[in-house]
């Protein structure tokens, strides 16, 4: 009787968990491929975002770049904490010392602007990166440049890396952003007040 009882609950809750997923597919609002595929760096956008179970409830394009702006954050922390760890372990090597150390600095200041002390990205942050990232679209920090004239090494190798998928990220945040608000040509003077940040979705007319 007690087994009897105990599958039977363990029978409504694998339906009950069914339920739940199968809900939570029906109300999964935005399509993270088909927004990806209109970032610069599409496949690396889904696989990074799709990783992040916030992005299952992400409702609309504006959330999901609130997403990237808290993931490009992460992935810069990551630059910026192995460059410093590496700095204790090469500081015999100069050059790659001044490398790592010039890297950690610039990356550390994009992150500054990313991040926010709430970890929460409400409409005044969201402004502030989008004009942060709009300002150093053309004039990126680079990590390759600074590392330039280092020897190559596998350190070397490891944070070049981990900077290239920061920017991949940055880059592709940027994207969503402007996505998401559609008024951002906009001169950056007179961006906080004039965005449109909520904009009802377009409704387009049915075809018969
Ligand atoms: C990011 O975008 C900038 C500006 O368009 C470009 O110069 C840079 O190469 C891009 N970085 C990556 C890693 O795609």
């Not at 942060?132 to 680079?142: A, G, H, I, R, V």
């Not at 900077?163 to 007179?190: Q, R, Y």
Request: net charge negative; proline share 6%.
């Amino acid at each position: 009787m007690a087994t009897h009882r105990s599958s039977m609950s363990q029978l409504a809750l694998a339906s009950s968990l069914l339920l739940l997923l199968l809900l939570q597919s029906a109300s999964a609002g935005v399509d993270v491929k088909a927004l990806c595929a209109k970032t610069p760096h599409p496949i690396f956008c889904t696989t990074t975002l799709t990783a992040d179970k916030d992005t299952l409830s992400a409702k609309d394009v504006h959330a999901l770049a609130e997403i990237a702006i808290q993931t490009a954050a992460r992935l810069g922390a990551a630059v910026g904490n192995y460059a410093r760890r590496q700095m204790d372990l090469v500081k015999d090597d100069n050059v790659l010392w001044q490398c790592l150390d010039e890297c950690a600095h610039d990356v550390e200041d994009a992150v500054s602007h990313l991040d926010d002390a709430e970890g929460e990205v409400d409409d005044k942050h969201f402004n502030e990166v989008a004009a942060y990232l709009k300002l150093s679209e053309e004039d990126t920090w680079s990590c390759d440049e600074t590392c330039r004239d280092t020897p190559p090494s596998p350190t070397k190798t490891n944070v070049l890396a981990k900077n290239n998928d920061f920017e991949k990220m940055m880059n592709v945040t940027n994207a969503l952003i402007k996505l998401s608000c559609p008024g951002f040509a906009k001169p950056v003077t007179d961006m906080p007040d004039m965005l449109p940040l909520h904009k009802p979705p377009m409704v387009l007319p049915h075809k018969p």
